[in-house]
């Protein structure tokens, strides 16, 4: 099931409504890398509020897909891990610690506003 990708602003938002397919996951990449591009986001935001699973592919294809928006300029942030899926990735060995995340989504607008706020600035210097 593909996932929604919503524009807002300079940013994107991906919310997964579900546990992804290997194929879910490269179509994410895929569609996030195209959208970036065509809209110039300055920031991604990947909601996994819905997602009750999250597998070794998911986990690594997400932080792919955060280092892939770096080098194009856009900053990513991923929102809404449940605690369950927290204490099975560090149980797994999985981590995010190169990407950022957030508590939920108004808190991954912050960080994202504020990141490219100082960025602006930095461009203006």
């Known amino acids: 099931m593909p ?3 919503l524009k807002q602003g300079d940013f994107l938002i991906a919310s997964i409504q579900a546990a992804m397919s290997d194929t879910d996951a ?4 895929a569609d996030v ?4 591009g065509r809209f110039r ?3 991604i935001i990947v909601d996994v509020t819905a997602v009750d699973v999250l597998d070794s592919f998911a986990a690594r294809s997400l932080r792919t897909l955060a ?5 194009r300029g856009a900053q990513t942030v991923v ?3 449940q605690p369950d899926v927290a204490f099975a990735m560090v149980q797994l060995g999985m981590s995010f610690e ?4 957030a508590l939920d989504l108004e808190e991954g607008l912050a960080f994202l506003n504020h990141r490219v706020a100082g960025r602006s600035a930095d461009d203006r210097a």
């Open 98 to 101: 190169d990407v950022h995340t």
């Open 67 to 71: 280092h892939m928006t770096n080098l």
């Open 26 to 29: 490269e179509q994410l990449q």
């Open 41 to 43: 986001s300055r920031g």
């Open 33 to 36: 890398m195209e959208r970036v």
């Open 3 to 5: 996932v929604p990708i």
């Open 79 to 81: 929102v809404g891990i």
